[in-house]
């Protein structure tokens, strides 16, 4: 069998979701393969070759080209340029603007609401012996954390939860299919919603994130418009919510299957920081970003033609040897531990000390309940949702005393 037929690449495949990382191995020994599964694409697996991509913004755009199967999906955020999806200088504008909502201080302050928010969720199960990480903790910790900083009812979290759900199921539909009717009407009802929330935060401003970039949107000099506005809370929600909740499983799953970590991991709790760095490597929330080209390009020894889309695995590019050593082993030690979970350059994660925290906190507080925390005996196998790039569990059932 020749090289490019062991390639296999199916994001819509339940199997490949399931564990894509064999399917990775054999895009590390080359330069990016050419495939046109749907659309004529570029898989990028290798460190090098991955974060050479992420970090140069002139030739790999962030702005998808004009085509209905990408701008369909992207329709959520309406017409406005948005901060992961735009290029200098829009790009430079848009995150100057809404990184005021991010500052160090802003982060620290809400540290204590997360904490009361796990807190909470956790008393909910306290009797129990067998509790669902995601139903439970990982799946509504970050959109209450989320929620809070726009300054969202509390009443409304699962209503959130359930928009921004349908719009990542979105991914589920492979190219050439019409979205389906709910997740259109997901699309403008969230949007809508943000439209009021946007006007009430104006007549009656608070110290809440929509208020902060209200305050960024009326300043003279720089403004985010009213349609930017609507498409970054629009953005938060979806990129803060998903994230944060598989890095909650997926990192309970590898220390579930590494028992001697988890408990190294008790033993030593100042461990924490470097296991979720590990966590994030290991089997990252985001398997895949996207960029495109205008023209022609090379990366590593490859010819890119240009309109190939360009996929850059950053999960794989965290399991490349030639970057990690032992890149299969999970190691709550490792170090340096340089992973591209968060991405590269201009577009780096802008969440990613709300990211850190928030899985530190939800997965201390795990461990300092539960003395004992097991693999809960289960009939099927571990399920994943739909979405490929954001990969994560649809439940995982641990026995705990
Ligand atoms: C573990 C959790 C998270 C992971 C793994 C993650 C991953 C990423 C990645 C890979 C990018 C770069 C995309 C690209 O270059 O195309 C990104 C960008 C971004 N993330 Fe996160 N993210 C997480 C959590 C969050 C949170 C909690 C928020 C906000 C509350 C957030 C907001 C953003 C925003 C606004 C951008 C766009 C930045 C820009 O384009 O300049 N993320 N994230």
């Given at each position: 069998m020749s090289e490019a037929e062991q390639i296999y690449f199916n994001p819509w495949d339940e199997t490949f979701r399931a564990n894509p990382y064999p399917y990775y191995k054999p895009l590390m020994s080359g330069p990016p393969r050419l495939l046109k599964v749907f659309l004529p694409m570029a898989l990028v697996a290798r460190y090098s070759d991955c974060a050479a991509v992420l970090r140069d913004h002139e030739h790999f755009s962030s702005v998808p080209p004009r085509s209905p199967f990408l701008e369909e999906r992207i329709s959520?955020?309406?017409?406005a340029p948005r901060v992961v999806f735009s290029d200098p200088p829009v790009h430079t504008r848009l995150r100057r603007l809404v990184s005021r909502a991010f500052t160090p201080r802003r982060i620290r302050e809400l540290e204590g609401k997360v904490r009361e928010f796990t807190d909470l969720l956790l008393d909910r199960v306290i009797n129990k012996d067998r509790i669902d990480v995601m139903a439970d903790l990982a799946n509504p910790l970050p959109v209450m954390v989320i929620a809070h900083m726009l300054g969202?009812?509390?009443?409304?979290y699962a209503m959130f939860k359930q928009w921004s759900d349908t719009v990542i199921e979105s991914d589920n539909t492979p190219p050439g299919m019409p979205l389906p009717e709910n997740v259109r009407d997901a699309f403008t009802t969230l949007r809508e919603y943000f439209i009021a929330e946007i006007e009430k935060r104006r007549r009656d401003p608070g110290d809440d994130l929509v208020s902060v970039l209200v305050a960024a949107h009326e300043d003279s000099e720089e403004v985010l418009s009213e349609a930017e506005l609507v498409a970054f809370v629009v953005l938060l929600l979806l990129a803060g919510n998903e994230t944060t909740t598989n890095l909650i499983g997926n990192g309970m799953l590898a220390l579930m299957r590494n028992p001697e970590q988890l408990e190294r991991l008790r033993r030593e709790p100042e461990l924490m920081r470097s296991a979720i760095e590990e966590m994030l490597r290991y089997?990252?929330?985001?398997?895949a970003t996207m960029r495109y080209i205008r023209e022609g390009v090379e990366i590593g020894e490859s010819k890119i033609p240009a309109g190939t889309l360009i996929f850059v695995l950053l999960a794989a590019a965290d399991r490349d040897p030639a970057a990690f050593a032992a890149p299969e082993t999970f190691d709550?030690?490792?170090?340096?531990n340089e992973h591209l979970a968060f991405g590269q350059?201009?577009?780096?994660?802008?969440?990613a000390p709300l990211a850190r925290m928030e899985g530190s906190i939800a997965i201390s507080a795990l461990l300092a309940r539960y003395p004992n925390i097991r693999a809960a005996a289960q009939e099927a196998p571990l399920k994943y949702k739909g979405s490929f790039f954001l990969r994560g569990l649809a439940s995982l059932p641990i026995a705990v005393s």
């Open positions: 959520v955020f309406g017409d969202v009812p509390t009443g409304h089997d990252g929330p985001v398997q709550i030690t490792r170090a340096p350059g201009i577009h780096y994660c802008i969440g």
